[in-house]
Nanobody, 116 residues
Framework: QVQLVESGGGLVQPGGSLRLSCAAS????????MGWYRQAPGKQREFVAT???????NYADSIKGRFTISRDIAKNTVDLQMNSLKFADTADYYC??????????WGQGTQVTVSS
């Protein structure tokens, strides 16, 4: 059974940074393409970033150059380093396996609020 547990969210001022982490249970993340997704209040869930089993990354245009997705093999986590945060980055952030998206399976997510 796959469990997705996101952490690291919080309240941050514009221009600040946060590091989100997605912990694995029942699966080794490193052999799958993993992604981060977010859903802002009143909006659809959207793609943020992915990282493949070979380390190839892909980013949404809205966060390119500001966010970095990475793996920590020892901890079996997939992380998202978020820098230069903007008001528009306020959302609930979720991690997921690319292969699970079609099943609409999601964890609890972690809240990121950017506010002055």
């Amino acid at each position: 059974q796959v469990q997705l547990v996101e952490s690291g969210g919080g309240l941050v001022q514009p221009g600040g940074s946060l590091r989100l982490s997605c912990a694995a249970s029942g699966i080794i993340f490193s052999i799958y393409t993993m992604g981060w997704y977010r859903q802002a209040p009143g909006k659809q869930r959207e793609f943020v970033a992915t990282i493949s089993s070979r380390g190839v990354t892909n980013y949404a245009d809205s966060i390119k150059g500001r966010f970095t997705i990475s793996r920590d093999i020892a901890k079996n986590t997939v992380d998202l380093q978020m820098n230069s945060l903007k008001f528009a980055d306020t959302a609930d952030y979720y991690c997921n396996l690319e292969r699970l998206l079609e099943f609409d399976y999601w964890g609890q997510g972690t809240q990121v609020t950017v506010s002055s």
